[in-house]
């Protein structure tokens, strides 16, 4: 079974930056690939980036292109969400999941507890 903490929230204002961080239990991390979810209140959980099992396949929701960067570390058990210029319509609760295909919006595990970022305008 995989277990996932997700961190690295805040409030932040408008046009800032924030990294969140996931860090994965289970001795088979680094054949996953992952990606990184977000769900604003009211809305359905929406991926917003994936990558492959080795950190060369990446792949963005067309909101989020050219503002966030997922990377991982396979020693560390652990995948990385960089935002920068964040805007109001970013403030979600953020999730990762392995997923079977890193464009895909294929969740593979129970969720954990997210991660909070409020973007103010």
């Known amino acids: 079974q995989v277990q996932l903490e997700e961190s690295g929230g805040g409030l932040v204002q408008a046009g800032g930056s924030l990294r969140l961080s996931c860090a994965v239990s289970g001795r088979t991390f680094s054949s996953y690939a992952m990606g990184w979810f977000r769900q604003a209140p009211g809305k359905e959980r929406a991926v917003v980036a994936g990558?492959?099992?080795?950190?060369?396949?990446?792949n963005y929701a067309d909101s989020v292109k050219g503002r966030f960067t997922i990377s991982r570390d396979n020693a560390k058990n652990t995948v990385y969400l960089q935002m920068i210029s964040l805007k109001p319509e970013d403030t979600a609760v953020y999730y990762c999941?392995?997923?079977?295909?890193?464009?895909?919006?294929?969740?593979?595990?129970?969720w954990g507890q997210g991660t909070q970022v409020t973007v103010s305008s």
């Open positions: 999941n392995a997923v079977a295909k890193y464009n895909t919006n294929s969740p593979m595990y129970a």
């Open positions: 990558i492959g099992w080795n950190g060369i396949s990446t």
